[in-house]
């Protein structure tokens, strides 16, 4: 069966501190692994990952892709209190398949 | 571009009522898919339409259906509510960027069974 984990679940942090967020996934057909923040309602798209070895950055976010281990992170360095959201891990086969997120909370 | 849109932004019913959910994805887009994200617990795959077909749909059961319209709109059912339906549901809207897939989640309708 295809799944989808990310870990931590949770996760608290200080200002300024950088945070490492782990997906990992077994789906048959891989295509894509997509990165989103979700805060209030909408997820919103952070990145789409195809290709082993290839580092997407966006200003302070970062993520890359592993497709022999089958793993990805997202790194966010000199976190802010607005990066408090949660990240999802989607991974695109057949259809779009989600982990359950990882909620992170900065603090000032 | 208008982003993908959903109504009602909220909806309240009480057991055993219908609840139907509208989408509208993104202009062009043919695919759209429904996700429920209830409180605490990541998103789970309910259905996928495309070209106004359904295409797949996730583990749940058969009193969650829905339709797309020739305009590629679609339209999410739930009959027979029960408590357990008060839940977030998305819908997305999916393009082909030319090497994968990527989709564009539209702000949800809050579902709440009372």
């Known amino acids: 069966e295809d799944k989808v984990v990310q870990s931590p679940l949770s996760l608290v942090v200080h200002e300024g501190d950088t945070v490492t967020l782990n997906c990992s996934y077994e789906?048959?057909?891989?295509?894509?692994l997509l990165w989103y923040k979700q805060e209030k309602k909408a997820p919103t798209f952070l990145f789409m990952l195809t290709s082993s070895g290839i580092e997407k950055k966006s200003g302070r976010l970062s993520s890359i892709l592993d497709k022999k281990e089958l793993f990805s992170i997202l790194n966010i360095t000199a976190t802010q209190t607005g990066d408090s959201a949660i990240y999802l891990c989607a991974v695109y086969n057949n259809d779009m398949r989600f982990g359950a997120g990882t909620r992170l909370t900065v603090k000032p | 571009e208008a982003g993908v849109t959903q109504s009602p932004t909220h909806l309240i019913k009480t057991r055993g009522q219908q609840a139907t959910l509208r989408c509208s994805p993104i202009?062009?887009?043919?695919?759209v898919y429904w996700y429920q994200q209830a409180l605490g617990l990541g998103l789970q795959f309910l259905l996928w339409y495309d070209e106004g077909e359904e295409r797949n749909r996730g583990n749940f059961p058969p009193r969650f259906s829905g339709r797309q319209f020739p305009n590629y709109s679609s339209e999410l059912n739930v009959n027979a509510l029960e408590l357990e339906d008060s839940a977030l549901y998305l819908c997305?809207?999916?393009?082909?960027?030319?090497?994968?897939?990527?989709?564009?989640f539209g702000p949800g309708t809050r579902l709440t069974v009372t």
């Open positions: 997305a809207s999916r393009f082909w960027t030319g090497v994968s897939y990527e989709q564009y």
């Open positions: 789906v048959t057909n891989f295509r894509s």
């Open positions: 202009s062009g887009h043919t695919s």
